[in-house]
């Protein structure tokens, strides 16, 4: 069979449904031909980032896919492979290539070289024999250890080129490792002895699918819980032992129960330091449990490392505090003064979340937006800068892989490739991005994509008409060039490409715009709310 044919193959072996892609890329053909959707993006960085919803909304059980172009397609994709790299997000990347006898000769884009420092692996197709061993040691990577872009590169000049028959592939395992049985117990009598322990969830938990048991250790011990903005919805954010999610925003419980923590238990995390992410107080005995040794002392320095997936090794700490904390704890006092700290924080917030200025106070349109969806069937996430702040602390995620949270590399217009991964991974979802009038500058166009694709998402966009983060930094610029202003009518250009578009400006119409967004997905209609607020830009960061 031809090489094409038989990669197509292969992916459907291995359980891929949907191709993200940009031509001309003739793997989109031969995917057709075997019953794998081809999508079609208008820009590669958003194709990457649909893929990359797909294998976060599945816990990589199905891995995204995505295909382009040699040379210019290829680039223009290199900031989507860089964020699942950040992120470590397994996604299945495809360029073409130049022949090979023009692959290794400069100015030619190579892309199995130029993306191997930011990807898992990267391996070019040479030989057409050799393509089962190729994809075998790819999706080997895409499905075991920590998570990353794999790149398979296929020559132009290989297409019809043979694969030997009858194909000889067979989709490839998927295994787990746990921690070394005498560290968990480390780790378990530093738990059960504790007298302020505080448990720091990250996305590990997510991949390993391991929710069920980060909840019943929690309760046994009586922990309260905080996560990565990746590992959210980990935990139910309604739970009496939740602090809420940290990044650049935090809930004020967040700081404050970390700074009075003696034991800090981070499971299914990097740790990584990051102005997205907690910033974890010096002086406390760390546990860390990762799946990637690399991880270990890289940020934080750690008495005790587990290393393995996270479901093993909750598994393996239940199974040992079990053995001396046989019934659960009395969580009556710390989940008191949880709901006292959360208390006197929405107190300070409330009236921002509850204004009636116009301009809008975004607050106020995300507060209303959580109180109108159905919270457990929605799948939310946000985009870069004032977005991501004013959503994260607020949004109470209560059921696994319903808030994508992200940060670490923080591209503008991130979050509408993932809201449609989502929607086109769990369609009876109701999937939404939350972006800025900046992040759609970027990425806008391919709202086009929703409508073409049918694809039913609801895009909320805070349209201020300004770089409003960057204000304090660029005081001269803007008062002299008007620097950080931006503009545009945004839902008019919902409307042109054939999708729902509104333009909210007073309070009372926030709830019923959302509500008739709500109702034309359910239609099949992609939906663009675009509210104009205020230039928001307070943030509730630690101490707040």
């Known amino acids: 069979m031809k090489l094409g044919t038989a990669i197509a193959e292969i992916m459907k072996r291995e359980g891929i449904e949907i191709l993200c892609g940009y031509p001309v890329n003739h793997l989109i053909e031969h995917a057709a031909k075997a019953e794998i959707r081809p999508v079609m993006v208008r820009q590669e960085r958003v194709g990457v980032h649909m893929a990359d919803a797909i294998s976060r909304v599945t816990s990589g059980r199905s891995i995204g896919a995505f295909c382009m172009q040699h040379g210019p397609g290829a680039e223009n994709a290199m900031g989507g492979v860089a964020q699942c790299y950040g992120e470590s997000v397994p996604v299945l990347v495809l360029p073409m290539g130049y022949q090979r006898r023009l692959a290794h000769i400069e100015p030619n884009f190579n892309s199995s070289e130029a993306m191997k420092p930011f990807s898992k692996s990267s391996e070019p197709i040479i030989l057409a024999s050799e393509v089962t061993n190729i994809f075998r040691r790819a999706f080997t990577k895409l499905k075991n250890g920590r998570g990353g872009p794999v790149i398979v590169e296929i020559p132009a000049d290989m297409w019809n080129e043979e694969v030997p028959e009858p194909l000889n592939y067979t989709p490839v395992l998927r295994t787990r490792y746990g921690a070394d049985p005498v560290h968990v117990k480390e780790a378990a009598a530093l738990l059960v002895n504790a007298k302020r322990p505080v448990i720091y969830a990250g996305q590990g938990v997510h991949y390993a699918q391991a929710w069920p048991q980060l909840k019943r250790l929690a ?325 707040t």
């Open 219 to 543: 309760e046994r011990l009586a922990i309260p819980v905080t996560t990565s903005l990746g590992g959210k919805s980990s935990f139910p954010e309604t739970h009496p032992l939740s602090l809420g999610s940290g990044g650049l925003a935090v809930p004020r419980a967040v700081p404050k129960f970390l700074a009075e923590a003696d034991v800090i238990f981070g499971i299914g995390c990097s740790f990584t330091e990051t102005s997205f992410g907690i910033a974890m107080p010096k002086g406390k005995t760390i546990i860390h449990s990762t799946l990637d040794p690399n991880h270990l002392n890289k940020d934080v320095e750690a008495k005790v490392g587990l290393v393995g997936d996270a479901g093993l090794v909750l598994d393996a700490l239940l199974e040992e505090t079990g053995k001396t904390v046989t019934k659960d704890r009395d969580a009556s006092a710390i989940a008191a003064e949880i709901a006292a700290s959360h208390k006197e924080w929405l107190a300070k917030w409330m009236p921002k979340l509850t204004s009636n200025d116009a301009p809008l106070s975004p607050y106020r349109v995300l507060w209303d937006l959580q109180h109108t969806v159905d919270i457990k069937n929605t799948i939310i996430t946000h985009d870069a800068g004032s977005p991501r702040d004013q959503l994260s602390p607020f949004w109470k995620a209560v059921e696994p892989l319903t808030y994508l949270g992200w940060g670490k590399t923080t591209q503008l217009g991130y979050g509408l490739g993932l809201a449609m991964g989502a929607k086109l991974a769990k369609p009876d979802k109701l999937c939404i991005n939350v972006w800025g009038d900046a992040a759609i500058g970027f990425t806008g166009m391919d709202f086009e994509t929703a409508v073409r694709e049918r694809i039913p998402i609801m895009s909320i966009l805070l349209n201020n008409f300004s770089m409003a983060i960057e204000l304090k930094v660029m005081p001269i610029s803007t008062e002299k060039y008007r620097s950080t202003d931006i503009s545009g009518d945004y839902a008019a250009m919902a409307r042109a490409f054939g999708g729902h578009g509104e333009r909210v400006t007073r309070p009372e119409d926030i709830i019923p715009a959302i509500k008739r967004g709500i109702q034309k997905t359910k239609e099949g209609v992609p939906v663009l709310l675009e509210f104009i607020t205020s230039k928001e830009t307070e943030v509730s960061r630690p101490g």
